[in-house]
């Protein structure tokens, strides 16, 4: 006990030392002097610039649907196969379009040979009206003077009435027939349109995924087989609204992804939504309810990049932490 009793009296002469007292002063003071160093770098750098990590990478997604029903006979894609504006991609079995197109084509033929015989019939009843006219107006001349019997005079206009009626009957029946001509010239051309669908090609270059098709399923309209993922890539930034005062397009961005560790992509904010992320949802909030909890909202801003990222495996979705220079 005595010999531990002079160990702690030892260890306090130790700790009276000069050199003891002042470290233990200068440490806290070096503590201090650091985190306020820390603190106001970190508020110039919130002043100039406003971060977020709600943010990520989108892109158009281009959902290929066929416009008509079929079995897929030909199939040109693979998954994440890189395609071109114009390529053909897949085929669906034309052979009913094809039976179809011919089956209308041969209507409007026959229809077309039925309205130039009904146009001779139009021609032939006008004339046979004009005669019915003319004979009329000289019996009713003659029986005016008495000269012809009333019999004669009946009789011609007897006729003038039946040429008028046939005359009106086969000018009805050459607009029906015209009529049923332009129907069948829109049936043609429906099943021409038709067939042309039975080819699908790429309406923008990109890259095929989410494919679910194979050669040899049967389709149905507007069913999705697959998307195309153009190249073209931006960011959507859900910055709070305490920090888009100050934030205008136009002003330069550093992105870091986080696929891609510590590199930073260039990059200038586009545009800013002009409605909160909860106010533009399919549900907006109902704020005029006794319940109600103020909240921080949250306002979209796009984000273009500002130099080439081709060589860089950018897929819409991926996590993003962009820093725009507000300043």
Known sequence: MK?????????????????????????????FI??????IFYSIHNYYYKSTDDAF?????????????????NLKIEDNQEVKKGDL????????YKVKLMQSEAKLNEAASSLEVAKNEVEKTQVELEFAKNDFDRFSKMYGKGITSKQDYE??????????????????????INATIKKLEAEVEENKLNLSYTKIYASQDGLITNRSVEEGNYVQTAQPMFAIVPDKMWIVANFKETQIA?????QKVKIKIDTFGSKKFIGEVESIQRSTGAKASLFPPENAVGSYVKIVQRVPVKIIFKEDISKY????????IPEVKVR
């Open 3 to 31: 010999e531990a009793e002079k160990d702690i009296k030892e260890e306090l002469k130790e700790d009276t030392r000069p050199e003891i007292r002042k470290k233990r002063v200068f440490v806290p003071i070096i503590v």
């Open 34 to 39: 650091i985190f306020l160093i820390c603190a």
């Open 89 to 96: 991609l897949l085929e669906i079995d034309p052979n009913d």
């Open 155 to 176: 009789k011609s206009k007897t006729k003038l009435t039946t040429a008028d009626m046939n005359n009106k009957s086969a000018s009805a029946k050459y607009d029906e």
């Open 246 to 250: 100050n934030m205008q397009k136009g």
């Open 313 to 320: 495996n950018i897929v819409p979705g991926m996590s993003v």
């Open 57 to 73: 990478v989108e892109g158009h997604i281009i959902t290929v649907a066929p416009r008509i029903s079929g079995i897929v006979t």
